[in-house]
């Protein structure tokens, strides 16, 4: 296992390396001056030709490279164009609050999931069944941005239960909407998945050895079925938990939430060329990390997959 | 495991206390913005929200008032003399945020800031006109005549040619007075940690949500009622209306979408017509829009007065001309350009265009302008002119213009302080083709040369008179598709009174505003 997880840590150098090399290159060839962004309305060409020499922008495409290169190297992601913060500080500030709206968004899902897609494979209750099965189908077709104006209709204009928008300081109340608005897509998925997981197991020998047995049902399906379905739910949940961590810029629109998301968004727009590669960069090494989490929790879960020589 | 799930949900939603609404100190206003400020170093501000702000934490010589006359500010009183080219300003008492006195130095301190090639500020050029500027920001010396500490109170400004606008200028956001010591010890971080002598200072900026502002002690004019001033900053129209409906916001601007909604609820709206004036531009050097009968034939194509009742909900006056309707002194052009497709096609026919032709009108992202230009195209296509629509952001946009790629495209001008002068110049003036504002790329001598003896002209109504000229002519040459001039509407919280819509943008600064 430990041989599996320094292997993973290592490639981490090359496929950063690749990343940063192709952000570079686009940010080349896409059109749209970052000077002119910067500039705003009114500029003559002086002026232009002097922010792109502050900038290091008439230097050679070859010579800027290396520079970042070595830049990245020391650990130094450079200082945005637009506002001359270090990038560092800036993703240092919004990347917590996409964090606690990821976290939340995915315990959300994962919870809400697992309970919906159980309930309806229990067969119990055909109709509930039926009802949750078509509430996931509607969240999964539900544009988040439809969805979050939605529930700011709901809850705060019309129930006056929770605030439409923003960070809020940091209270729950405000994390509350933007997480389940987060969260629907993810939910649905991982209900529909934990479902036929459920009715497969259901089905399998040992389920009916367990009955046998003797075993209540709450028991089998909590300690037996429920682990033998949760790995596809993982897999799901770590994907969609890495796009959360990328910032999730529509929700973090609708709700005004200050998050990495709309950020990069917005410095894409800018062509703020240090936040795009920092923050791009920061998002690879997130992608890389979760995705070995997920990969290690194949084997804590899964005892053949760490009997197999550790993935 | 399942019931221990659900009973966990219930918990965590049992945290969703009832009573959502900001509680706070209530004399804070409440204000939102659609983006957060890159800077609140004057010299560097150049988007709204990054000016708004800095001209409200920094003073200036003179400032405008909510209805963009020029009052006075730092400066108690000045005198202008020698033909314009020179100005003696008389400061009052006022101090920083940091307790320490202004003084004309710092006065002067901040212009040559703004000139200083290693501040490298894109707006330089509202103090081009002082003596020897433009050698200093070449990497010359000072001149030190350009502006002067006469006394401690007293600044000394120097131009090398009279410039009637002079004043307005120096009320714009980037020509504030900053606090020396602090600009030298913070460096690129007086962005952050600004220190002006104006009305507010800025108490608390949480990235990416919100901007508090305090009173600022050392401000030496009318005291406010208010106890702050609190910039959230929300970037989506709808959630902003849903923050003004729970009583979070206390001023809403509301999107032209929404009118009939709120006129239908009968709340009081306010509005006012924006220094702004939205247009088509032709390409001036590029067949067939180099012949000026194409261009008018196209004017006469479109029924603009329908399109702003529909698309726009009536929120729009139409342009003849281009000096907006708020800076007018003096009657607008006569109607040229009435809708009239019969008129339009013969003159199409009349230039060589009798069975039509194709051509791409350029957007940047927006909805309300895609509407818009649909409504174009479709007038346009009853003369034979096959209109293709291409959308491309804001930036790939702006340099596509500057390079003269488009055909047409749909855009607007706003103004930055309140004269003819800021459209005329900047839009027609042959010297600024390109980056200077001239996007149609339109020449014409005649119009230069009056645009030239307006600039120098100190003489208002002589002034006015060449300006009018100048429009005519350019109404008449229509390097542009005459659009509209824009209203903005707004709502108040009833809880504030003596909030009036500022005719510029940094007019506004909250002193009459009262809880």
């Known amino acids: ?311 | 495991m399942i019931r221990a799930a659900i009973i966990t949900l219930c918990i965590s939603f049992a945290f969703a206390v009832p009573g959502c609404a900001r509680h706070g100190d209530d004399r804070v206003l409440r204000l939102a913005l659609q983006t957060e400020p890159t800077t609140l170093d004057p010299a560097l501000s150049v988007d709204f929200s990054s000016g708004e702000i800095a001209s409200l934490i920094h003073s200036n010589l003179v400032s405008f008032d909510p209805d963009a006359r020029i009052v006075p500010d730092l400066a108690r009183s000045w005198e202008i003399l020698d033909g314009g080219r020179q100005y003696v300003f008389h400061l009052g008492p006022a101090r920083f945020s940091n307790g320490r006195r202004v003084t004309a130095a710092d006065v002067v301190y901040s212009m040559r800031r703004l000139l200083d090639p290693r501040a490298v500020s894109p707006r330089w050029w509202l103090l081009a006109s002082l003596a020897g500027a433009s050698a200093y920001h070449e990497g010359g010396s000072w001149n030190p005549a350009a502006a002067s500490a006469a006394n401690d109170s007293t600044v000394v400004v120097r131009l090398s040619r009279p410039v009637p606008h002079f004043l307005g200028l120096l009320a714009m956001p980037a020509a504030g007075i900053v606090c020396r010591e602090e600009v030298e010890r913070l460096g690129a971080r007086y962005a952050r940690s600004p220190c002006g002598s104006g009305p507010w200072k800025l108490s608390a900026w949480n990235e990416g949500d919100e901007i508090l502002l305090a009173p600022n002690p050392g401000w030496a004019g009318r005291r406010t009622g208010l106890a702050g001033l609190s910039f959230r900053i929300i970037p989506e129209e709808m959630t902003q209306i849903a923050e003004f409906e729970v009583g979070n916001l206390d001023v809403l601007e509301v999107p032209r979408s929404e009118l009939e909604h709120w006129r239908a609820a009968g709340t009081p709206l306010l509005w006012k017509e924006e220094l702004r004036v939205v247009y088509i531009g032709f390409n001036t050097t590029k067949p067939p829009f180099n012949d000026p009968r194409v261009r008018q034939a196209l004017n006469m194509a479109v029924d603009v007065d329908k399109i702003i009742a529909q698309v726009l909900f009536g929120a729009a006056k139409r342009s003849r001309g281009v000096v907006p309707p708020g800076l007018r002194q003096s009657p607008e052009p006569a109607e040229r350009y009435r809708y009239d497709p019969d008129r339009s096609r013969a003159l199409l026919a009349e230039a060589g265009y009798a069975s039509g032709f194709s051509m791409e009108i350029w957007q940047r992202e927006n909805p309300e302008a895609l509407r818009v230009l649909e409504s174009v195209q479709g007038y346009l296509a009853d003369v034979g002119v096959k209109a293709k629509l291409v959308t491309r952001e804001w930036g790939a946009f702006k340099e596509a213009i500057d390079r003269g790629t488009p055909d047409a495209f749909f855009i607007d001008w706003l103004a930055d302080y309140p004269d003819p002068e800021n459209f005329l110049m900047p839009l027609f003036h042959s010297s600024n083709v390109g980056g200077g504002g001239n996007r149609t790329r339109y020449r014409n001598a005649r119009v230069d040369s009056l645009l030239d003896a307006a600039a120098a002209c100190m003489d208002t109504a002589r002034r006015w008179e060449l300006y009018r000229s100048a429009e005519e002519i350019v109404y008449e040459d229509a390097p542009w598709l005459f659009l509209w001039f824009p209203q903005k509407y707004e709502v108040l919280s009833p809880r504030i009174t003596g909030y009036r819509i500022p005719l510029i943008f940094n007019g506004q600064r909250f002193l009459d505003v009262g809880v």
């Open chain 1, 1 to 311: 296992m430990l041989t599996f997880i320094l292997k993973r840590l290592l490639l981490l150098v090359p496929i950063l390396l690749g990343v940063a090399t192709i952000t570079f290159v686009l940010m080349y060839i896409v059109p749209g001056d970052p000077v002119r962004a910067i500039a705003g309305e009114r500029y003559d060409e002086e002026t232009l030709a002097r922010m792109r020499t502050e900038l290091g922008l008439d230097r050679p495409l070859v010579v800027r490279y290396v520079d970042f290169l070595g830049r990245l190297a020391r650990f130094d992601l450079g200082r945005s164009f637009v506002t001359r913060r270090p990038v560092a500080e800036a993703i240092r500030e919004r990347f917590p609050r996409t964090l606690i709206l990821a976290l939340s968004a995915m315990g959300i899902a994962v919870l809400g999931g697992v309970v919906i897609g159980a309930l309806s494979a229990w067969g119990r209750r055909p109709a509930l069944s039926r009802a949750l099965m078509t509430f996931s189908l509607v969240g999964v077709s539900m544009p988040v941005f439809w969805l979050g104006l939605l529930l700011i209709y709901l809850f705060a204009i019309k129930l006056h239960v929770l605030p439409p928008s923003g960070y809020g300081g940091g209270s729950i109340k405000n994390l509350i909407l933007p997480a389940l608005t987060l969260s629907f897509a993810s939910m649905a998925t991982i209900a529909r998945v934990t479902r036929s997981g459920f009715l497969d197991a259901l089905g399998e020998d040992y389920v009916r050895t367990a009955r046998a047995k003797g075993l209540g049902e709450r028991m089998i399906l909590g300690k037996h079925v429920l682990r033998n379905a949760l790995i596809p739910v993982i897999t799901i949940a770590g994907a969609d938990f890495g796009s959360y961590l990328s910032g999730s810029v529509l929700t973090e629109s609708v709700f005004g939430w200050p998050g990495l998301g709309r950020f990069i968004v917005q410095a894409i727009l800018k062509r703020d060329f240090p936040v795009i590669q920092g923050a791009v960069l920061f998002m690879a090494v997130l992608f890389v990390l979760v995705n070995l989490a997920v990969d290690v929790s194949y084997g804590a879960i899964d005892p053949r997959i760490r009997s197999e020589g550790g993935g």
